[in-house]
């Protein structure tokens, strides 16, 4: 398939320059990023990372008041573009937020104007006994009310306020009452000084203008300031995904594994002696210890407490009155010596497994380090502070990153001291599991890469299906949807979607739709040589030669003859891309590296597949007049059948014989079973799947003639009719006609070869 080729990069910087790479590489839009595997650690957070997160604060407060639009960044360090923003924003801010504040003191004293207006229209009493004054509780306005009332003083409510008389002496108490309560206790006085509330809402709008005047005047830095935020994000983001650290915590973990083993490999040393002497024992039952007595493997000499020293079955022990230094038998493995070996025998085994595993797992972290490393010399506290990052280029851009590593350095060497041990290589050779997929195809092929990309991504080793589904899905369509006129209609979809629908943001489905309606009319022109339902001829129309398929007739709706070669048809084109799809998968298998499961699995389930598929068409040669396949359909396939079954098993066999030691195997017994049942399904039920083909165009033709006759008969109200009823079968004959093409292309084509489970190349794009 058309791939770019693609080179590796591995750069090592100091943690806190990083960032500063990424951004300068991202500027190029030409840099893939890998991410770093699981097992290698993340180096600690550069303190880029803490202004970013200031700057997002002062971001989500103006952006209530502004909108900002993304543009272009220059290519300054992004360090000091992000220091420069939070000392503009920082003044900004101070700006907002003393509008802010005076916005929130208005809204109260809006909220506080609006409770108390009707209080002010109320005759208040004047006594010397008596004094008067406004509560506004908010929330707990039932509490306050029956406070007041508590208190034996009288309350009126005026919407959310409350105009309270009370006792003088009792008053003030009650007043603190309701403050705790959380009420807002203002007197007449202050309740006539407050202003109306439509002065408070004037002084509301002016302030409010002046804030947004203050956000547009400062536009182009909080545009600037939200691009770079986004920026730094994204970078921010790489560095987490993708950064490795080569200093104290690689060389922590590696250390850690280390340990680990050792310690492991003591404790089943240990328990390997242990089993030893009770193995020695082993004619007797049990071995009592004198109290007081311990026995010890292996003892460190000189012992200073009473002891005894022998040998049992080729060890050393020592029975010790006291303590000693080395290794003590558990007493209750010698109170049942069989029970205790048993337990030793499973304790082995648990710190074997335990060690394999600790040792595999340290071999894959030092696969993973030797693959990603720039250094990969384990000199941890040479590299300390540095990490490195993995990322792709294509091989034309390679001098676009030269350039930007180069500016990046010119740009930063003020932080010399730091600059002097970032480090870069290049490698033209990717490995294949993690090389990323870029695909070249011309137009109209390159379009269809959105409909297997549904599916799967290819990996660089696999045939890519692209040109085989720019070629299927077309033909499905159009051969479900043949009609001169609906075609038209989908090709006339597909130019509008490249044109004018949302903006030509779907161009690219435009392109689709336009070749899917281009062969639909085809099929209505040359195959089925029929337009909205109507025979080309009621148009004055005359193609040369009859329809290839004439599957409607004129005193019957449904030719006989017509649908069987239609179905022969569809059975043949399934045969010959199901057959395709099997030699693709030997291919694929083949360029994996596998060739022995390609010659022993893979080509047998080919040959199982063709066999079924000729025994299958010799059920159906009589009611689909297959005469022309006699002299190949006679051949005695069910013998081949078996031949290659016992194939698939030989190969299976010698396969597991083959891969018996290696842990990575591959999964022979899966793709036995597997490979048995797609070929016999591939024969049995994907070939007659494709009579799909000629079931939703006989729909189409029935439901189009249908609505035709009854539009005829309904005189100049037909035309309506019409209309309506084509819309409809147009509409709902391209939504099943998309489904069976899809299932016709994912389930009985590319499931049976393609794994999709590749990448693409998708490069870091700043502004």
């Known amino acids: 398939m058309p791939l770019e080729r693609v080179v590796e990069f591995r750069v090592a910087a100091n943690v ?143 919407g959310n306020a409350l105009l309270v008389v009370a006792e003088r002496g009792r008053a003030p108490q009650l007043r603190a009452a309701l403050e705790k309560l959380g009420a807002r206790v ?78 492991t490999e003591k404790q089943l040393a240990d328990l390997r002696r242990i089993k030893q002497v009770l193995e020695g024992l082993s ?29 049992i079955n080729g060890v050393k022990v020592a029975l010790v009155r006291g303590e000693a230094r080395g290794l003590e038998v558990p007493p209750e493995y010698l109170a049942d010596i069989k029970t205790g070996r048993q337990l030793v025998e499973g304790a082995i085994a648990s710190a074997e497994a335990a060690l394999r595993k600790l040792k595999r797992d340290l071999e894959v972290l030092e696969k993973q380090y030797g693959e990603f490393s720039l250094y990969g010399d384990r000199r941890w506290e040479e590299h300390r502070d540095v990490a490195t990052l993995v990322f792709y280029v294509l091989e034309r851009d390679v001098k676009k990153i030269d ?61 890519s299906p692209v040109p085989l589904v720019a070629l299927m899905f077309p033909l499905f369509f159009g051969w479900m949807y043949g009609d001169l006129g609906h075609g038209f209609l989908l090709f006339l979809l597909g130019v509008l979607l490249m044109t004018k629908l949302y903006g030509g943001r779907h161009r690219d489905w435009g392109v689709i739709w336009a070749v899917t309606g281009l062969t639909a009319m085809f099929f209505g022109a040359f195959v089925y040589q029929e337009a909205f339902g109507f025979p080309l ?19 019957q709706l449904v030719a006989t003859e017509g649908v069987i070669m239609a179905i022969r048809a569809a059975f043949i084109l399934g045969f010959f891309l199901i057959l395709l799809s099997f030699l693709a998968k030997f291919v694929n298998t083949w360029l994996k590296g596998e060739p022995d499961v390609a010659l022993g699995l893979i080509l047998p389930q080919v040959v199982l597949f063709f066999s079924l598929a000729m025994v299958f068409f010799s059920l159906v040669k009589e009611a689909l007049h297959l005469e022309f396949m006699s002299p190949i359909l006679q051949l005695p396939w069910i013998y081949v059948f078996l031949i290659a079954l016992l194939w698939s098993f030989a190969g299976a066999l010698a396969l597991r014989a083959k891969y018996r030691h290696h842990e990575e195997a591959p999964p022979i017994t899966e793709e036995l079973i597997l490979g048995f049942v797609e070929g016999s399904l591939g024969a049995l039920a994907n070939i007659p799947s494709f009579a799909r083909l000629v079931i939703l165009v006989l729909i189409h033709g029935v439901l189009t003639k249908l609505v035709n006759g009854v539009a005829l008969s309904l005189g100049p109200a037909g035309v309506a009719f019409a209309i309506f009823g084509h819309s409809l079968i147009a509409t709902a004959e391209g939504l099943f006609s998309l489904v069976q093409s899809l299932r016709l292309s994912f389930y009985e084509t590319l499931s049976k070869f393609y794994e999709g489970r590749g990448r693409l190349f998708l490069p870091l794009r700043l502004p």
């Open 537 to 555: 001829s009621a148009f004055g129309i005359e193609v040369p030669g009859a329809p290839l398929f004439h599957l409607f007739g004129e005193h």
């Open 186 to 263: 203002l007197t007449l006085q202050e309740v006539a000084e407050i202003e109306p509330p439509d002065v408070v809402e004037e002084r509301l709008r002016r302030v409010e203008e002046e804030l947004k005047s203050t956000v547009r005047r400062h536009s182009d830095l909080i545009n600037y300031a939200y691009t770079l935020r986004n920026a730094a994000s994204s970078v921010i983001d790489v560095f987490n995904k993708s950064a490795i650290d080569e200093g104290a915590e690689v060389g922590h973990l590696f250390e850690s594994y280390e340990n680990e083993i050792r310690r």
């Open 16 to 158: 806190d320059l990083l960032p500063e790479l990424i951004f300068y590489v991202g500027k190029t839009g030409a840099a893939m990023f890998e991410e770093r595997p699981e097992k290698l650690p993340r180096p600690r957070d550069p303190a880029l990372f803490h202004k970013v997160k200031k700057i997002d604060e002062f971001l989500n407060q103006l952006q209530i008041y502004f909108q900002p639009q993304q543009v272009s960044l220059p290519l300054e360090p992004l360090e000091s573009q992000v220091d420069s923003v939070l000392e503009k924003l920082g003044a900004v801010q101070k700006e907002v937020a003393y509008y802010t504040r005076l916005l929130d003191e208005l809204r109260s004293k809006l909220s506080t104007s609006r409770e108390v207006a009707t209080v002010k229209t109320q005759q208040q009493p004047r006594t010397e006994m008596l004094d008067a004054f406004v509560a506004i509780p908010g929330r707990a306005l039932k509490e306050a009310v029956e406070l007041v009332k508590a208190a034996n003083a009288t309350v009126a409510q005026r």
């Open 283 to 311: 004619g007797r039952e049990s071995l009592k210890l004198p109290e007081g007595f311990k026995l010890y493997v292996d003892p460190e000499l000189p012992i200073e407490a009473p002891h005894v020293l022998q040998e």
């Open 403 to 463: 350039d930007a590593l180069s500016e990046f350095a010119r740009r930063n060497s003020a932080k010399l001291d730091i600059l002097r041990r970032t480090r870069y290589r290049y490698f033209d050779s990717v490995p294949m599991e993690r090389r990323p997929t870029l695909e070249r195809y011309p137009a109209p092929i390159r379009q269809f890469t959105h409909i297997v990309y549904m599916y799967g991504v290819p990996r660089p080793y696999e045939i």
